[in-house]
């Protein structure tokens, strides 16, 4: 009965969100229709942009998520998300992602309650549903920040023989920017659409740090801003950063190999507990909710999250080396 009373309030939510939704395309359809009846001038535009309004599905996944997002977030929040997901290469809007967040959460704590019968899987399926996409977030930037970082050597060999052969700074980035795939590909060439769209190189050069996050192409960037202030050849400076790079990404090869059985170990010691105790709630709630309902079960879990994260946070400590 209660699970019949939590599905049928997620639908009514879901219904609501999709009628004010519904307005708001209603108004923006018959906003543009009167555009169109008062442009006269474009009579081929007015006869073919109807029936694409006519064809057009009336509600988008992302619109909905756009709007249930708007709801429940400021704009400066979204404005700060949007940053992070640009990032990570996901194509979402910061309302549409907390759309998708708290569609998510809601459902994992639909199936908690319904599949598995209890307000404790509810519970933890809904923190899986809210933590999974900032999870996915993070993944995503760690992976295409370690691709750039792999981009940085061969896109400075470009950039080096370019330079050599008589082509500018500008030039030579464009250059990259067209002849070569990936993140950093893609980074040079939003950056040349800032230039030709008419901020300073400078300006530029900062704005594609403050996107990426790299120190290796931080150390590029800085080398380029000192060389156009004091002067310098650009290519013999590329070649020396280029070594430097180089010879980083063979040293912290080498780390990661010599420090793998820690970076294991402090995987296990954090991840096991966790889920041994969400499996333990899945298969025997009743067992594991004696440490959830009573005092003393309250006072040891605590104590046991507590020296989980000291070990965790000692092994990274000890195997993260900083050079």
């Known amino acids: 009965m209660v699970g019949i009373i939590s599905a049928l309030t997620f639908i009514t939510v ?76 996901i194509l979402l809007r910061g309302e549409e992602f907390i759309g998708l967040n708290i569609l998510t959460s809601i459902l994992g704590g639909l199936v908690g309650f319904v599949v598995f019968g209890g307000v404790a899987p509810a519970l933890l399926l809904t923190c899986v549903g809210i933590l999974l996409p900032g999870f996915i977030i993070r993944h995503r930037q ?55 769209l008419g901020n300073t190189t400078e300006q530029a050069l900062q704005n594609l740090i403050r996107r990426v996050e790299s120190d290796d192409l931080d150390l590029m960037i800085t080398a380029v801003l000192i060389q156009r202030q004091i002067g310098g050849n ?23 190999t010599l420090t793998a059985q820690g970076r294991i170990s402090g995987m296990v010691i954090g991840l096991l507990p966790v889920a041994m105790f969400a499996v333990l709630m899945l298969i025997s709630p009743d067992y594991i909710s004696l440490l959830l309902e009573r005092r003393v079960g309250l006072i040891i879990l605590g104590l046991g999250i507590i020296s989980e994260t000291i070990g965790f946070l000692l092994i990274r400590k000890v195997v993260t080396i900083e050079f």
């Not at 555009?35 to 474009?42: D, K």
């Not at 704009?75 to 997901?85: A, H, I, M, P, V």
């Not at 650009?234 to 990661?256: D, Q, V, Y």
């Open 14 to 89: 879901v219904l609501f969100i999709v009628g004010i939704n519904q307005v708001s395309i209603t108004n923006r359809e018959r906003i543009k229709k009167r555009i169109l009846n008062l442009n006269n001038s474009s009579s081929s535009n007015s006869e073919e942009t109807p029936e694409i309004v006519k064809h057009r599905p009336k509600i988008e996944f992302k619109s909905l998520l756009s709007a249930l997002g708007k709801i429940f977030a400021p704009k400066y929040f979204t404005r700060k998300l949007e940053s992070e997901l640009s990032k990570a290469e």
């Open 142 to 196: 760690r992976a295409r920040l370690n691709e750039i970082n792999l981009q940085i050597g061969d896109s400075l060999t470009v950039m080096i023989n370019s330079l050599r052969a008589g082509y500018s700074f500008q030039q030579a980035v464009d250059l990259v920017g067209r002849e070569m795939n990936g993140p950093l590909a893609v980074e040079f060439r939003r950056t040349m659409r800032e230039i030709n």
């Open 234 to 256: 650009l290519a013999e400076i590329f070649e020396n950063i280029s070594n430097t790079i180089r010879e980083r990404i063979r040293i912290k090869g080498e780390i990661k």
